[in-house]
């Protein structure tokens, strides 16, 4: 059981060029979200799903897509990266969304993101 | 905003003391808090959570108080050791807003020193 895992561990961009983080969890968990975590911030969510199929937008969207194309995986692209979106990364599942019962959520080690 | 903060950006303690770290909350509809710990270069990790309906609750060599009077939230650690040391932060579920997201705080940085 390795929980939530994250590739790459590290990447640099140029600015411009796209990218796809992938996040992977082994725990059957219906919800996944992505973060991005600033110094001086707290995580900041960009997307998140409830379930396989479908998306949703959190406090940071613009600049991201994802998809979750199956239960297990959350992908996040970056069509056009930017300077702005140098950053740590974090994937994180949790069985069922806040207001369920089990609503902890287990985070991946993170992707830090260095873009030129 | 509704917001989560911490009072102390950083905390030093002596090995073997206890620590004690704060977090403020705003919003009164909050129901279920989480006390997350990050350590450099990793992933935050869960530490323990607690519902509205306790004011304490307890694990091994942390404890979690909640005041909803004053609507604060605090994470005791017993018996520092330099394995402690790390970034610590709350989190909160505004149900108010009727989300299935928590709101994250900025953290508190925790030094043990020997």
């Known amino acids: 059981n390795a929980g939530v895992t994250q590739t790459p561990k590290f990447r640099v961009l140029k600015t411009g060029q796209s990218m796809t983080l992938l996040c992977a969890q082994d725990m059957n968990h219906e919800y996944m979200y992505w973060y991005r975590q600033d110094p001086g911030m707290g995580l900041r969510l960009i997307h998140y799903s409830v379930g396989e199929g479908t998306t949703a937008k959190g406090e940071v969207p613009d600049g991201y897509n994802v998809s979750r194309l199956k239960k297990q995986n959350f992908l996040l692209g970056l069509e056009s990266a930017a300077p702005s979106q140098t950053s740590v990364y974090f994937c994180?599942?949790?069985?069922?969304?806040?207001?369920?019962?089990?609503?902890?959520?287990?985070f991946g080690p993170g992707t830090r993101l260095l873009v030129l | 905003g509704e917001s989560v903060g911490l009072h102390l950006p950083t905390l030093s303690v002596q090995e073997g003391d206890n620590s004690i770290i704060n977090c403020a909350y705003s919003n009164s509809a909050s129901d279920y808090f989480i006390w997350y710990k990050q350590e450099s270069g990793k992933g935050p990790q869960f530490i323990i959570d607690?519902?509205?309906?306790?004011d304490k609750r307890q694990g091994q060599r942390v404890t979690v108080l909640l005041n909803k009077t004053v609507k604060h939230l605090s994470l005791q650690i017993a018996a520092t050791q330099p394995g402690d040391s790390a970034v610590y932060f709350c989190a909160e579920n505004p149900y108010s807003y009727n989300t299935d997201k928590l709101i994250f705080g900025t953290g508190t940085r925790l030094q043990v020193f020997p």
């Open positions: 994180a599942s949790t069985l069922l969304g806040a207001g369920g019962p089990e609503e902890t959520q287990y």
């Open positions: 607690i519902r509205s309906n306790m």
